[in-house]
């Protein structure tokens, strides 16, 4: 019998060919947003946090105990002597000492504000693979003794070029002022803004002599995939250190994620309610034109609960149509953006929330397949709830007389 | 086989009341091939209707295979037309996305879990259209159309078929052939045949005529 229900509700959805296409087409409009979107926010997303943990963070950064979480660059008074957590070092494979600190840059004519970031160049390299990002220049380990790499997008801002001076001032950790000058040794372009638009780099040393501050490091980057366990057996063997996970660290940006996509699931919600009245009025005018039909399949004995299936199939036929139909348009308008990706560079130095910069690729989404099939059914049958059930409720004596 | 006792049916009732029905007392035997007629608003279709258990009466009682119906659930009612009642209508009423032997399919798919598809080609060979067994209602005439409905109605193997207008929408020769076909059924498997009906020759093939006026049985006469 279901069989046989499913067959009619086959039939009976084309014989309004022109509303079902319709409400087909705002349907699939819908489903496809959802799945464009969902997989364009997961491809920022991704890469995302492939550019926290690849390129500024790691998976574990462990800090001064004096370390505020809500810095986003280290105080020096939170800086701590590398060589009492040097077992760190031996313990993990990948693992990185840093000192990092606010200084200004300044041009022949403008300045900016920037993030020095002293690096064990071997160490940070086999971490975040900075070497691979020169796209001008050489990466430290090849600098002369007073040059430095600097992010693309700064550079770029200040007009910089490779060998061009500049000069930098900061507050060392003695609270005195100091300025040195420097040069362009390599221009670096990793995709994340925060090394891209702010950072420089230089040796570990040189930014130690700098700061005056011999022996102190800021934080010691770790890459291990465990890094949720990792952290509690770091924070249980070390004191004076606090270990922090890369969610620790990225709040911000994991709260603007859960905001971004709960919009988008608005808006969404909000075009798919649009195609859910669709499919409402398509089900809701099918039975007024078959009410003399419905009168018929009563007379012949079929149940009220059985006209409620039918038209809920109808519904669900409808539904499942414009999923498939959705899905495949949502993948169709994912295409260059997966291919090509989402070009960023037109909005210049916008900052969108996400750590991104250039092109970012979204993803194909698959995992939004079955949901977005499952919501778009279900939604389509629950729009058809309230015709289902007025067909059901025709008194057959009534719609055979019409 | 049916047997009505004081039936009474009122439309509006404790307002302007309408008795559609007043104290209708009938007995039908099994195999019987009858006519209701009368003028308009007689209270034909109403009988039909309540003898079809498409509509339930005001009061009275209602007796089908010995069961008291009358007060029976609309789901109840809905088992006992499923199995029990064929109908046809002046309409045809067919589904009109199935083919011919899809609507009698449904019939019998509703009637019984288990069938065979010669049932489906018998009952439309009983009526001389199982040659168009594959075709849609849209492709057939009002005879064959009409032909299409009583299989429908005769492949469940009811104990009663409920004719209304079945002739109306038919000319003269359509309309004899229809009748002549749904006489034969009549006397080959003994079912009921009850015709609501306006048409001279629908009450000429019938064995019996109740005539209704202003909602009572004015005559009763058997040939």
Redesign the interface.
């Known amino acids: 019998m279901i069989r046989r229900l499913f067959t009619l509700a086959f039939k009976n959805i084309f014989r309004a060919r022109n509303r079902t296409m319709i409400t087909i087409i705002a349907y699939a409009f819908g489903i496809g947003l959802y799945v464009f979107i969902n997989s364009l926010l997961t491809g920022f997303y991704n890469t995302s946090v492939e550019n926290i943990i690849n390129k500024d963070i790691g998976e574990i950064k462990v800090m001064g105990n004096d370390y505020n979480i809500d810095d986003a660059i280290p105080l020096p008074e939170t800086f701590f002597e590398y060589t009492k957590y040097t077992d760190i070092s031996e313990q993990y494979e990948y693992c990185s000492p840093d000192m990092q600190f606010i200084a200004s840059i300044i041009t022949s004519d403008i300045s900016a504000k920037t993030v020095i970031r002293g690096v064990e160049t071997d160490k940070a390299d086999s971490i975040f693979h900075y070497s691979n990002d020169i796209v001008e220049g050489v990466w430290i380990d090849r600098c002369n003794d007073n040059e430095v790499v600097i992010g693309g997008r700064i550079a770029h801002s200040l007009n910089l070029k490779l060998g061009d001076m500049f000069t930098l001032i900061f507050k060392n950790r003695d609270g005195n002022f100091d300025a040195f000058d420097l040069n362009v040794g390599g221009i670096i372009s990793t995709g994340n803004p925060n090394i891209d638009r702010l950072s420089i780099f230089m040796p570990l040393a040189k930014a130690q002599e700098f700061m005056a501050a011999n022996g102190l490091i800021s934080g010691i980057s770790i890459k291990t995939k465990k890094y949720n366990t990792e952290k509690i057996k770091i924070n249980e063997t070390f004191t004076g250190v606090s270990a922090y996970t890369w969610e620790d660290l990225s709040e911000d940006f994991l709260n603007l994620d859960k905001m971004k996509s709960g919009f988008s699931s608005i808006l969404i919600f909000m075009i798919v309610i649009v195609a859910t009245v669709g499919i409402f009025n398509t089900i809701l005018l099918g039975m007024f034109e078959r009410k003399r039909e419905v009168g018929m399949l009563k007379a012949m004995g079929m149940s009220r609960r059985q006209i409620e299936l039918l038209f809920s199939i109808e519904g669900g036929i409808i539904g499942f149509v414009g999923s498939v139909a959705g899905i495949a348009f949502g993948f169709l308008i994912n295409l260059p953006f997966v291919i090509k990706g989402f070009d960023l560079s037109v909005y210049g130095d916008m900052d969108i929330g996400y750590p991104v910069q250039g092109v970012v690729k979204s993803l194909w989404g698959f995992e939004f397949i079955i949901p977005a099939l499952i919501l778009g059914v279900i939604i389509a049958v629950l729009a058809s709830y309230y015709p289902a059930r007025r067909a059901a409720r025709l008194e057959p004596v009534k719609t055979l007389r019409d | 086989m049916i047997k009505l006792e004081n039936l009474k049916k009122t439309y509006n009732p404790g307002k302007i009341e309408v008795h559609a029905l007043d104290n209708v007392s009938i007995n039908i035997e099994e195999g019987e091939f009858l006519t209701v007629h009368g003028p308009s608003g007689s209270g034909k279709?109403t009988l039909l209707?309540i003898l079809?258990c498409?509509?339930i009466a005001t009061s009275g009682d209602y007796y089908f295979k010995e069961r008291d119906v009358s007060k029976l659930s609309m789901?109840d009612l809905?088992?006992i037309?499923?199995?029990n009642i064929g109908?046809i209508?002046q309409?045809y009423?067919l589904?009109?996305?199935?083919t011919a032997y899809?609507n009698v399919?449904?019939?019998l798919?509703?009637?019984h879990?288990k069938y065979k598809k010669e049932d489906i080609l018998n009952a439309l060979d009983d009526v001389g259209i199982k040659d168009l067994a594959k075709r849609f209602p849209r492709e057939m005439s009002g005879g064959q159309q009409q032909r299409v409905s009583i299989a429908?109605a005769l492949v469940k193997s009811p104990k009663l078929i409920l004719a209304d207008e079945p002739t109306a929408n038919l000319d003269s020769e359509n309309a004899t052939m229809i009748m002549e076909a749904m006489k034969e059924m009549n006397e080959k498997y003994n079912v009921t045949f009850i015709f609501s009906t306006h048409d001279p020759l629908v009450m000429n093939f019938a064995k019996r005529l109740i005539k209704l006026k202003d909602g009572k049985i004015e005559t009763d006469e058997r040939k």
């Open positions: 279709t209707n079809g498409l509509d789901s809905s088992n037309r499923r199995i109908f209508f309409t009423n589904i009109p996305v199935l899809e399919e449904l019939s798919m509703l009637a879990s429908r």
